[in-house]
T-cell receptor, first 114, second 114 residues
Framework: DAGVIQSPRHEVTEMGQEVTLRCKPISGHDYLFWYRQTMMRGLELLIYFNNNVPIDDSGMPEDRFSAKMPNASFSTLKIQPSEPRDSAVYFC????????????FGQGTRLTVV | GENVEQHPSTLSVQEGDSAVIKCTYSDSASNYFPWYKQELGKRPQLIIDIRSNVGEKKDQRIAVTLNKTAKHFSLHITETQPEDSAVYFCAASYSGGGADGLTFGKGTHLIIQP
């Protein structure tokens, strides 16, 4: 398996534009997590899915953020409209179970909103 | 929810010396404590983990200790080498039913001085 795959690796967009980040988890992993990483706040859990169903979205900062997982091999994180303070590295991770085992991270998407 | 505090935020040691990073957690139900290493521009990757039924675990030059009574755990790196330079994150979670995924500390930037 190629591991968790995220796209794009880098995204630069103007304030107010819609941004869509994509993730392909490791095959067979039932859990998928979206994290945001900034210098100030570290690694923050935004939302996670179990078997394609959103379980906890309490970390999603605002209604401008939404996430979907239409099938076991694909998830998206959307920001609409984007703002400069959304600039961060967004990681997707997957694991066999919610906790108690390794979470495998993708390479991340570095988002810059200007 | 769980809260994980990590110290220090930056640690500089001479090559060959030992490094210790400490974390505390708030939820007494947490029973899984992994440590992730993140090199500059890369994804976080698991280096060692410990479960609440043991007090210490070693893997070559790295070791983790856990004190459940005090709710703290530590990462120990001996005989540090230049390739140990990275940001290290501790995390805590409950791995039973209803697990919510990992809560991360804010990270420690470890610098190995030649």
């Amino acid at each position: 398996d190629a591991g968790v795959i995220q796209s794009p690796r880098h995204e630069v967009t103007e304030m107010g534009q819609e941004v869509t980040l994509r993730c392909k988890p490791i095959s067979g992993h039932d859990y998928l997590f979206w994290y945001r990483q900034t210098m100030m706040r570290g690694l923050e859990l935004l939302i996670y899915f179990n078997n394609n169903v959103p379980i906890d979205d309490s970390g999603m900062p605002e209604d401008r953020f939404s996430a979907k997982m239409p099938n076991a091999s694909f998830s998206t994180l959307k920001i609409q409209p984007s703002e400069p303070r959304d600039s961060a590295v967004y990681f997707c991770a997957s694991s066999l179970i919610a906790a108690g085992t390794e979470a495998f991270f993708g390479q991340g998407t570095r988002l810059t909103v200007v | 929810g769980e809260n994980v505090e990590q110290h220090p935020s930056t640690l500089s040691v001479q090559e060959g010396d030992s490094a210790v990073i400490k974390c505390t957690y708030s939820d007494s139900a947490s029973n899984y404590f992994p440590w992730y290493k993140q090199e500059l521009g890369k994804r976080p990757q698991l280096i060692i983990d410990i479960r609440s039924n043991v007090g210490e675990k070693k893997d070559q030059r790295i070791a983790v200790t856990l004190n459940k009574t005090a709710k703290h755990f530590s990462l120990h790196i001996t005989e540090t080498q230049p390739e140990d330079s990275a940001v290290y994150f501790c995390a805590a979670s409950y791995s039973g039913g209803g697990a919510d995924g990992l809560t991360f500390g804010k990270g420690t930037h470890l610098i190995i001085q030649p």
